[in-house]
């Protein structure tokens, strides 16, 4: 199956400063590539997804690469704010399954004031 | 807007009882999974369903079951509770095969 590495687990930052997490994935098959954004106690919510037909996509303040040759795509988030703290988890479809998804294990990221 | 409801944001419960969890969605989505969530391990999949009454085991089966009589209903079921079942679990659901995925709120359980 898929395997996804998330790094760094940790992130912490200045307020105004970038931060940029990155995933590496196994299966050069796959195809969608989604974060998510989960402040404390509440649920995941998508922030920004990329499909393996193109290599950017921007949404204001973040905007996510994808290398497939390399197998890596990359969350940046830029003039980080206060309420960017939360944990962030990067995503990628399984061999043969458009409706399952394998997780990495999430970077906490602090933005500190 | 797609709502994922879970039953309870909190539940304790003791080893050995039997568990159930509860989620609820309002889309008609054919689609629906549970996730489990620990520090450091990001998302589990424990299971998901297709379609009514059909599923299929994710990457931790092992201690649940599911249950899916309803295509808005899937339910999460620890038949003899234990410890190291303590967790935080996620329902998710899409419709067909466009992601992405809905979460719900999660529900917090604690097995003393």
């Known amino acids: 199956g898929e395997n996804v590495e998330q790094h760094p687990s940790t992130l912490s930052v200045q307020e105004g400063d970038s931060a940029v997490i990155k995933c590496t994935y196994s299966d050069s098959a796959s195809n969608y590539f989604p974060w998510y954004k989960q402040e404390l106690g509440k649920r995941p919510q998508l922030i920004i997804d990329i499909r393996s037909n193109v290599g950017e996509k921007k949404d204001q303040r973040i905007a996510v690469t994808l290398n497939k040759t390399a197998k890596h795509f990359s969350l940046h988030i830029t003039e980080t704010q206060p309420e960017d703290s939360a944990v962030y988890f990067c995503?990628?479809?399984?061999?043969?399954?458009?409706?399952?998804?394998?997780f990495g294990s999430g970077t906490q990221l602090t933005v500190l004031p | 807007d797609v709502k994922v409801t879970q039953s309870s944001r909190y539940l304790v419960k003791r080893t050995g009882e039997k568990v159930f969890l509860e989620c609820v969605q309002d889309m008609d989505h054919e689609n629906m999974f549970w996730y489990r969530q620990d520090p450091g391990l990001g998302l589990r999949l424990i299971y998901f369903?297709?379609?009514?009454?059909?599923?299929e085991k994710g990457d931790i089966p092992e201690g649940y079951s599911v249950s899916r009589e309803k295509k808005e209903r899937f339910s999460l079921i620890l038949e003899s509770a234990s410890t190291n079942q303590t967790s935080m679990y996620l329902c998710a659901s899409i419709y067909r095969g466009e992601q992405p995925q809905h979460f719900g709120d999660g529900t917090r359980l604690s097995i003393l």
């Open positions: 369903s297709y379609d009514v009454k059909m599923k």
């Open positions: 995503a990628a479809p399984p061999r043969g399954s458009a409706r399952q998804l394998t």
